[in-house]
């Protein structure tokens, strides 16, 4: 997919922020960015990560959309108050985290306004990094509805009971049974969090009940290897995973 586009095809996309309903009725901030010409389009949902609703959300939806996709992400931070990414996801932090049935709730909301977009084709996946990552997977289990999900090295998906708080209180892995839709997972090898074997626990997990999965592992990259404004970047495995990545959108969202 990546560097694949015609020199003769049109290209061209809208990109703004708009304001969608939430969990609990809440209305929330959320960044859309989507192709224009001729639909229909697949969707995605793109969850934020602990850093916060920041610039490299907005780029990485504005990547997918580079590539065909109606992209919208919510901003699940925004009960926090409003400032610079740094300020309101230490805010977060600083409460206990954003609470899991908030995300889910504000990812419900975000598939339902894609679904309900005229230029839509009707499918829809989900996407988030790091715990992100972690609630693109919950939202697989928790909410019906998604075509696809990518859990890019989301971690405390394996968590023990001492480690569980009000805002978090189930262990993702222990929805497993509920996982709707095929799951692509995106590791690091050097990563710590998750670590190598709580990606296999994961697996195991998912074997266990039968899921539709793919998980890749990359070694000489650790935790947030997409992020290419850090010293994390890896650009060799960021853009085999982003292929892939790509790939697997195609194949269950065209």
Not at 53 to 62: F, G, I, V
Not at 94 to 111: I, K, P, R, W
Not at 198 to 221: C, M, P, Q, S, W
Request: charged share 25%; aromatic share 12%.
């Amino acid at each position: 997919m990546w560097n694949k586009l015609r020199t003769d095809a049109y290209e061209g996309m809208l990109a703004e922020t708009i304001k969608m309903t939430g969990y609990n009725g809440d209305s929330i901030h959320a960044y859309i960015s989507r192709p224009l010409g001729e639909g229909p389009f697949p969707s995605i949902v793109l969850v934020p990560h602990m850093p916060g609703w920041d610039e490299y959300c907005r780029e990485t939806a504005r990547r997918f959309t580079q590539h065909g996709y109606i992209t919208v992400c919510p901003d699940i931070y925004c009960r926090f108050g409003h400032g610079t990414p740094d300020e309101i996801s230490l805010k977060a932090r600083e409460s206990g985290g954003v609470a899991d049935d908030s995300v889910m709730g504000d990812c419900e909301g975000a598939l339902k306004y894609l679904r309900d977009m005229p230029a839509s084709n009707g499918k829809v996946g989900v996407i988030g990094m790091c715990s992100g990552g972690r609630h693109a997977f919950m939202a697989a289990c928790k909410v019906n509805g998604f075509d696809a999900a990518v859990d890019c090295w989301g971690g405390r998906v394996v968590v023990s009971k001492e480690n569980l708080t009000p805002a978090n209180p189930v262990a993702p892995i222990d929805y497993t049974k509920d996982l709707s839709c095929p799951l692509l997972g995106i590791f690091g090898n050097d990563d710590q969090f998750p670590t190598p074997e709580e990606v296999n626990i994961h697996e195991e997990e998912l074997k266990k009940y039968g899921k539709d999965y793919t998980f890749y592992r990359y070694d000489n990259a650790g935790h947030g290897f997409w992020y290419y404004h850090t010293d994390r970047y890896r650009p060799v495995q960021a853009m085999d995973s982003w292929e892939k990545t790509f790939d697997f959108f195609e194949k269950h969202l065209r």
